[in-house]
């Protein structure tokens, strides 16, 4: 993505008035537009993928990024995580290796994002059927748990007071690119960006669009709840680990309703 960095060679001396005064030149001045943005044309037309949102949350990001030295830290952390997460993503979609190539549970993500504290990743979820959707989701609880019991004892021995929790929200809908396809946008990622932050979660997914009954797994790794997803609606379906809301302070499981 392009960076706008005058370099001392893009200013000028100038004489204003009686005064001299160093100013950015006019050729430099115009680079400053959309382009920077690094999402292409952006006059071309929305194309509509049906997607599946992942939103990974860092928990306590900010709090870490106030420590003492924040330079010698955050940057290393930040590489550490971000190729972690990858390999994590890839590993989780992997089911065996050939010699002629790997087959995939589901197909890799499409898009991938990082997000400043957390990653956006998508999935075309019309490249799948039911199944590579419930496989999508069951990797994404494995990242977040992969994150506290493989991530975090390696890199508490390389920074101080890492972030103690990776967060996720999941929902499945439409999205739209953006310029080139170099971003997107949809109500799944708000809603996936919104439900991360539930109180008491680490992972949670949206209801909709998600075959769940003809699945035994889920039957024994979820509790389906009402909840209110601000800005989206006051009775949103949301899946949570039974594991995770056994262990809710009645305060927190007060903020969920019976279907």
Known sequence: MPNFKPKDSDHVMAEIGDRKMILLSASVYERF???????????????????????????????????????????????????????????AMTQSFHHEGVRLWSPLPYFVKFMGDGLLVLWDASKTEDIGHRNIVIAASEICEGYVGEFLPDIRSKVVDPPPI??????????????????????????????????GTTFVFNRRGFDLESDDRFKEMIVIKRFTVRGIGDNELVALLKHEYGKMSPDDKAQFRDP
């Open 33 to 91: 537009d959309s382009s920077l943005l690094g999402l292409g044309d952006l006059t071309k037309q929305a194309a509509p993928t049906d997607s599946i949102a992942a939103v990974f949350d860092l928990e306590g990001f900010t709090n870490f990024c106030k420590q003492i030295e924040p330079h010698l830290s955050v940057p290393l952390f930040l590489r550490e995580f971000l190729e972690w997460t990858m390999a994590a993503l890839k590993k």
């Open 166 to 199: 990776l967060r996720c929200g999941l929902a499945r809908g439409t999205t739209f690119s953006v310029g080139d396809g170099n971003d997107y946008v949809g109500s799944c990622i708000n809603m996936a960006a919104r439900i991360q932050k539930i109180r």
